[in-house]
């Protein structure tokens, strides 16, 4: 087996589940009260999230990487697999759905992850489906997925065991200008691990997202991703981890 299939494999076990954030800037206001679902808002069409976004690897910020982008709400009270009283949001080339379980829990449901060929096909396995933040239950260690893909490599099909765990870490603050948003922060977790003879020992790679999520605002404050590639002596493959923060410095709910 060569370094193209070994590396080849080691992208088709890259399971992105997409972007991540620290947060400052400065805060907003709102004309009209916003609509509520349990208690929790619910934004309609036309709320936006104002985001400063940059990147790192190994925790120091990659020179040049600050960007900013506006995430908004393009639908609302839908109806989506299966659960009711959905919005959607576009977030820098992600769609995604949300709405609140019937204890208050949020649901997200990642539509797209931003990737695109083969990374877009095992992401879409992994992530498209309803995913529980236990921001009301305080729930940890909720098992979303627990199964196996076979991935065709250079002629092999390779197994991987594939987990995504979803988790509630605590509650804290975070301050958007002179406003401080109480936040739920969770935490989702995907995990490859090669199970082949042809990858000894066994190599993991893990995708692991924070969401700082605001009840207030209907949406995450603060979001971090954090993306580990084990190194691989025999392809010749760096490990490395890298990261992107995502910022929010402003708001306005419709």
């Known amino acids: 087996?060569?370094?193209?299939?070994?590396?080849?494999?080691?992208?088709?076990?890259?399971?992105?589940?997409?972007?991540?954030?620290?947060?400052?800037?400065?805060?907003?206001?709102?004309?009209?009260?916003?609509?509520?679902t349990q208690g929790n808002v619910s934004p309609k069409?036309?709320?936006?999230?104002?985001?400063?976004m940059y990147k790192d690897t190994a925790g120091t910020k990659v020179p040049n990487s600050d960007t900013t982008f506006t995430a908004t709400v393009t639908a609302d009270n839908m109806q989506f697999f299966g659960q009711s009283s959905v919005y959607m949001v576009i977030d820098d080339g992600d769609t995604t759905y949300l709405t609140y379980a019937s204890n208050k829990d949020v649901?997200?449901?990642?539509?797209?992850?931003?990737?695109?060929?083969?990374?877009?096909?095992?992401?879409?396995a992994v992530f498209h489906r309803w995913i529980n933040l236990?921001?009301?239950?305080?729930t940890t260690g909720v098992k979303v997925?627990?199964?196996a893909l076979n991935v065709m490599v250079g002629g092999f099909s390779v197994p991987a065991k594939v987990t995504l765990i979803s988790d509630y870490i605590g509650d804290t603050t975070v301050t958007v200008g002179t406003e401080a948003l109480v936040t739920n922060h969770c935490r989702v977790t995907a995990t490859a691990v090669s199970n082949t003879p042809l990858l000894t020992p066994a190599v993991?790679?893990?995708?692991?997202?924070?969401i700082y999520f605001s009840t207030k605002t209907g949406y995450a404050a603060e979001i971090t991703t954090r993306e580990v590639i084990p190194s691989i002596a025999l392809a010749q493959v760096k490990g490395s981890t890298t990261g992107t923060f995502k910022v929010l410095t402003s708001y306005?709910?419709?």
């Open 107 to 124: 649901m997200v449901y990642y539509q797209t992850s931003g990737l695109t060929g083969i990374f877009q096909s095992i992401g879409d």
């Open 1 to 36: 087996m060569n370094k193209k299939i070994f590396s080849h494999f080691l992208f088709v076990l890259t399971i992105t589940v997409s972007s991540g954030f620290i947060i400052a800037g400065c805060s907003s206001s709102t004309t009209t009260p916003p609509t509520t």
């Open 145 to 147: 997925l627990d199964t």
């Open 45 to 52: 069409t036309g709320s936006t999230y104002s985001y400063a």
């Open 252 to 254: 306005s709910i419709k």
């Open 204 to 210: 993991t790679y893990i995708n692991q997202r924070d």
């Open 134 to 138: 236990g921001i009301s239950s305080k």
